[in-house]
Structure formats: structure tokens, C-alpha cells
């Protein structure tokens, strides 16, 4: 079956401090990958996605390369912000299944600190 | 704007009772979808939609129910028979086909707490 796995949290940093949240994938097929992320008391937003291999999704500064080789798709991003502190979903969808098939992985809590 | 709206935010509910959560939408989206989120989890979907007057089970729809008659609306009831209801549900939407369907709009979620 499909499944995510993220690394666990909580993640805490300080202010302008490099961002890392490992995410590795096992799936039939050949997925499309997301990060979503989710703010205090608040619903999923999609931050940036990839649907093949070697691409690069980027978004308010964050970035992701989808890796077919490693199964993996790791969020960075250089310098983070306090406004940044939220709840980060990798998740995976199969290209030739229906929209149900989104599978997430558990999310990972980053907190920035002043 | 267009979004995705959940009600009520907070819920408490008392064992034994149904409680049906609200998920309205106007981004004229054909599929919609309820996820349940618990703490240190990730998403797991309960039911979706495709299409109006259709709808499927996900992966935990034990215990609850929906409907759909309209393509703005998809209510979810949480009824007694759902031994663990004390959750954070999400309703989602999203076009189907395309590339599109690979994006998932969500509302603001419903926190529900049996008393």
C-alpha cells in the first residue's frame, strides 16, 4: 500500500535558523507529492507540490525536490520565522487513482522562537 | 471570496447523541471529502464525494454518516455508534480529473468533544 513517513516532532528553532522535515514515501505507481501546512486552529493550505521526479515545488520560501531515487521528499527552507511555527503534512497522491487516494503522512509540529 | 466553510467551530456533545457537523463550499468543486485528525496522526479520510447523490466510505466510516443533495454541501453526522468521536474534523474539496484534483482546499475544521 501507500504510505508517508515523516520525521517526528516537535521541531523547535530559532529565528533565520535552516529548516529540515525529512519525508520518505512508499507507493505503487507513480505519485504527485504535497506539503501542507496547517496554522493553530486553522485547516490544511497546500504550500507546494511535485508530480514527477526531479522536480522542484517552492513556495513563500520554502522548498522540496521530489527524489524517485530515495523516495523522499524533504521540506527546507533557509531562514525561518516565527510566523512560520505550524503543523507540516507530507502527503502523496497516486497520479491514475482518484482524489480519495491522497494519503498523509502524521504531520510534524515546528515552533520558531523569537 | 471563495472557501470552504465548517460549522459549528467547537462542539461538545454528550454520549449517545448524534451531532451533524456543517461543511458548505463555493469554489463549485464536484468532490468533497471529511477527515478526521487526531493529536500526533496524520488525516484519515472518513467519506468523500464525487459527484451529487454519491458518495463513498473512506478508511474509518464506522460510525458515521453523510449526504449530499447539493454540490455546496456535504453535512457529516457523528452518530452514537461511533465509539470514539472526540476529534478534529476537516472537510475538504477539490475538482475531479485534471490536475486540479490533486489539490485539496480545506475549511477551518470542526473541533467536536464528547462530555
Known amino acids: 500500500g501507500n504510505s508517508v513517513t515523516q520525521m517526528e516532532g516537535p521541531v523547535t528553532l530559532s529565528e533565520e535558523a535552516f529548516l529540515t522535515i525529512n519525508c520518505t514515501y512508499t507507493?505503487?505507481?507513480?505519485?504527485?507529492l504535497f506539503w501542507y501546512v496547517q496554522y493553530p486552529g486553522e485547516g490544511l493550505q497546500l504550500l507546494l507540490k511535485a508530480t514527477k521526479a526531479d522536480d522542484k515545488g517552492s513556495n513563500k520560501g520554502f522548498e522540496a525536490t521530489y527524489r524517485k531515487e530515495t523516495t523522499s521528499f524533504h521540506l527546507e527552507k533557509g531562514s525561518v520565522q516565527v510566523s512560520d511555527s505550524a503543523v507540516y503534512f507530507c502527503a502523496l497522491r497516486i497520479s491514475s487513482g482518484s482524489a480519495r487516494q491522497l494519503t498523509f503522512g502524521s504531520g510534524t509540529q515546528l515552533t520558531v522562537l523569537p | 471570496d471563495g472557501g470552504i466553510t465548517q460549522s459549528p467551530k467547537y462542539l461538545f456533545r454528550k454520549e449517545g447523541q448524534n451531532v451533524t457537523l456543517s461543511c458548505e463550499q463555493n469554489?463549485?468543486?464536484?468532490?468533497m471529502y471529511w477527515y478526521r485528525q487526531d493529536p500526533g496522526q496524520g488525516l484519515r479520510l472518513i467519506y468523500y464525494?464525487?459527484?451529487?447523490?454519491?458518495?463513498q466510505k473512506g478508511d474509518i466510516a464506522e460510525g458515521y454518516s453523510v449526504s449530499r443533495e447539493k454540490k455546496e454541501s456535504f453535512p457529516l453526522t457523528v452518530t452514537s455508534a461511533q465509539k470514539n468521536p472526540t476529534a478534529f474534523y476537516l472537510c475538504?474539496?477539490?475538482?475531479?480529473?485534471?490536475?486540479?484534483?490533486?489539490?485539496?482546499?480545506f475549511g477551518a475544521g470542526s473541533r467536536l468533544t464528547v462530555l
Open positions: 475538504a474539496s477539490s475538482m475531479v480529473g485534471g490536475s486540479g484534483a490533486n489539490v485539496l482546499t
Open positions: 507507493a505503487t505507481g507513480y505519485p504527485s
Open positions: 464525494s464525487q459527484i451529487v447523490n454519491d458518495f
Open positions: 469554489l463549485n468543486h464536484d468532490a
